[in-house]
């Protein structure tokens, strides 16, 4: 199985901050790294996908970068609504995996 | 608007079987393969199990194979995951969600249904 770790494991920042999250594969994925963010009794939500690809209707303060083992996921200035639990995952191969999580709180 | 809505989980005890459902609309279900995704209470998101679009094809987790069965219902738009054998640690959050399979990743997921296994 490809095991996905993320870091920082959690996170305080303020808003407005610049905010990268790191994800890394134990083996290459190529590009089939995917993020996502969940809110507190919520189901995740899609916010990129192969490595750098923004959702639809995803605000554009996200951006995603990597490619082989190491993934960032960056919000270029944070809102309010942003502080959640963000998580990656790989689509390269089944079982599907997911990071443990990075949970993003306000300073 | 694609929907995705879970049903069936509850309080059950160890030992003892759920069959979980996820009726799907807005899309044409039978051209998707589908996965299901569990959160234990505090825990981050782990892969369950995924179905192709016709039903010819699953896959598990290892910590769920032999015990839990995907199937769907194409006429009736709906996913199932039978759970037999539950165990303690089988207690989560149950989310369906959908899969573009050139890519993989899941763009729609249910509101997710809580299994509990307990005496």
């Known amino acids: 199985d490809i095991q996905m770790t993320q870091s920082p494991s959690s996170l305080s920042a303020s808003v407005g901050d610049r ?9 290459s994925i190529s590009s089939y790294l995917n993020w996502y963010q969940q809110k507190p009794g919520k189901a995740p939500k899609l916010l990129i996908y192969a490595a750098s690809s923004l959702q ?11 490619s082989g083992t190491d993934f960032t ?10 502080f959640a639990t963000y998580y ?5 191969s089944t079982p599907r995996t997911f ?3 990075t949970r993003l709180e306000i300073k | 608007e694609v929907q995705l809505v879970e049903s069936g989980g509850g309080l059950v005890q160890p030992g003892g079987s759920l069959r979980l459902s996820c009726a799907a609309s807005g899309f044409t279900f039978s051209s998707y393969w589908m996965h299901w995704v569990r959160q234990a209470p505090g825990k981050g998101l782990v892969w369950v ?5 016709d039903g010819s094809s699953t896959s598990y987790a290892d910590s769920v194979k032999g015990r839990f069965t995907i199937s769907r219902d194409n006429a009736k738009n709906t996913l199932y995951l039978q759970m037999n054998s539950l165990r303690a640690e089988d207690t989560a959050v149950y989310y369906c969600a959908r899969v573009r399979v050139l890519v993989g990743y899941f763009d729609y997921w249910g509101q997710g249904t809580l299994v ?4």
Not at chain 1, 19 to 27: F, G, P
Not at chain 1, 88 to 92: D, I, M
């Open chain 2, 49 to 53: 199990s995924r179905i192709n679009s």
């Open chain 1, 19 to 27: 905010v990268t999250i790191t994800c890394r594969a134990s083996q």
């Open chain 1, 99 to 101: 990071g443990q999580g």
């Open chain 1, 56 to 66: 639809s209707g995803v605000p554009s303060r996200f951006s995603g970068s990597g």
């Open chain 1, 73 to 82: 996921l960056t919000i270029s200035s944070l809102q309010p609504e942003d």
């Open chain 2, 116 to 119: 509990t296994v307990s005496s």
């Open chain 1, 88 to 92: 990656c995952q790989q689509s390269y």
